[in-house]
């Protein structure tokens, strides 16, 4: 099972501060939106407490990583491993599966994904949550970059103008299967 990776960091590859975003442009969100639509898409159990209201994203297949074997939550799909999650993905042979976080997620599951849609933010934020560095990540290679764009970071309270723009990466070497266990 191959998969995609998507992830808005800042200019030091920071993706989140307590448990939230460090910054949310309408048209990144957009974007995020119009990509996954429909689509699988893997998060952590905490990635999920950020969401409003801690709910599931409409529209997609959610599966939710958590080794809590009491966590249930409605119209989402929790796995406790990777094995499980494998397993799970075989179900949606048909469609696309994102990665979309946080830290943990993408550390674990990267090596399973042939691209990464990363929106790049010219600025640098406080940080406790941070993306590796996939400029110097072995086997990961920039194939395109989008012109910069501006827009509004709705999280800032004086509406700060920023700069970001679209960067596409593709792991080049050969990619790891996630292992399904026989039993
Ligand atoms: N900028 C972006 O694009 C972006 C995107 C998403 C998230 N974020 C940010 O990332 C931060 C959160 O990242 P995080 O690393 O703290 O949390 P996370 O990856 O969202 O969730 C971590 C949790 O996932 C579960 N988990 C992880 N690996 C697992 C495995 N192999 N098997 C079963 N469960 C597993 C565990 O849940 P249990 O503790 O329940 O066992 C773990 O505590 C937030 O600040 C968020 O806003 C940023």
């Not at 957009?30 to 952590?44: A, E, N, P, S, W």
């Not at 080794?67 to 993905?89: E, S, T, Y």
């Not at 309270?157 to 050969?174: A, I, M």
């Amino acid at each position: 099972m191959h998969m995609k990776l998507i992830v808005a960091v800042d200019r030091n590859w920071g993706i989140g501060y307590k448990n939230q975003l460090i910054i949310s442009l309408a048209d990144d969100m957009k974007r995020f939106k119009q990509l996954t639509q429909h689509d699988v898409v893997i998060y952590g159990r905490k990635t999920l407490e950020s969401f409003p209201g801690g709910r599931p994203l409409p529209d997609r297949v959610n599966i939710i990583l958590s080794r809590n074997p009491a966590i249930k939550v409605p119209d989402a799909n929790v796995c406790r491993n990777i094995n499980q999650l494998g397993k799970k993905l075989q179900q949606y042979p048909e469609k696309p599966a994102w990665v979309i976080g946080g830290e943990s997620v993408y550390r674990q599951l990267m090596r399973y994904c042939r691209k990464a849609y990363v929106t790049q933010i010219d600025q640098t934020y406080e940080a406790d949550a941070a993306f590796p560095d996939l400029d110097h990540e072995q086997g990961w290679e920039l194939v395109y970059e989008e012109p910069w764009q501006e827009g509004v970071n709705r999280l800032s309270p004086d509406k700060e103008v920023v700069r970001f723009r679209y960067l596409h990466y593709q792991q080049l070497l050969s990619i790891s299967k996630i292992h399904l266990n026989p039993k």
